[in-house]
């Protein structure tokens, strides 16, 4: 590298480390004039945007908007007017992402149809409603598809007792589907046998699951409720 490549890298190395420290001092005074003004809110975390000169606030799962003084606050969905694309959909997705080769496997029912080449994973409520829709309806017609199935117990009491049932059932997928498409509840676990429910609702909270169905895809996108055929096709068409 001669002399005069080398002094432009080091003087676009200082821009962008001076443009970094200049952003790190801005946010710090963003997060303490927010800290004084929103109370006992837990940010996660702000960083600038690149339109309209608005920061993003990030608390949990959920993106707000502010000025640069922390003065104004934007509670809404941003829209790209050009390309008509949700910009603030597109950062809660991305945020929501998970590592689906970590998901723990072992705590779900498998079931593999056709090729199986197609992977999902879906956390249900025994007493979901919608859930049960989703698979007698959506589910039951898609094919070359590997489900993996996490009983997530949060909407009545009974639902961590009909899951323990269920896993404790000879045939679980069986005992899942005689339910989930037929009423059918399965008989009472016998005695000593233990299910991973406190392990499925840890894992759950973990990765921020408020309702269900929740579906999980192999690229660690989620898709929250109980889409049709063809959005679950048109969702699997776009994973590489």
Known sequence: MNMSKLAMVVATTMLMSCADA???KE????????????????????????????????????IRYTDKTGS???????????????????????????????????LALKTVKGNGKRVMAIFEDPNCGYCKR?????????????????????LSPDSFTKSQNIWCAADRNKAWDDWMLAG??????????TSPNDKVLALGQKININGTPAIFFADGSRIAGAVDQRTLEAKFATIK
């Open 22 to 24: 200049q952003n790190a």
């Open 184 to 193: 059918k509840a399965a008989p009472t676990a016998p005695n000593g046998c």
């Open 134 to 154: 989703f698979r007698q309806t959506t589910l039951a017609n898609i094919d070359n598809v590997t489900v993996y199935t996490y009983m997530y117990n949060i």
């Open 72 to 106: 104004y606050l934007m509670v809404g969905h941003i829209f790209d007017l050009k390309t008509s694309q949700d910009l603030t959909q597109a950062r809660i997705d991305d945020i929501n992402k998970i590592n689906f080769d970590e998901l723990p496997k072992e």
């Open 27 to 62: 946010e710090a005074q963003l997060r303490k004039a927010l800290a004084e003004r929103l109370g006992d809110v837990k940010i996660d975390s702000i960083k600038k945007t690149p339109y309209a000169d608005l920061y993003e606030i990030r608390v949990g799962s959920d």
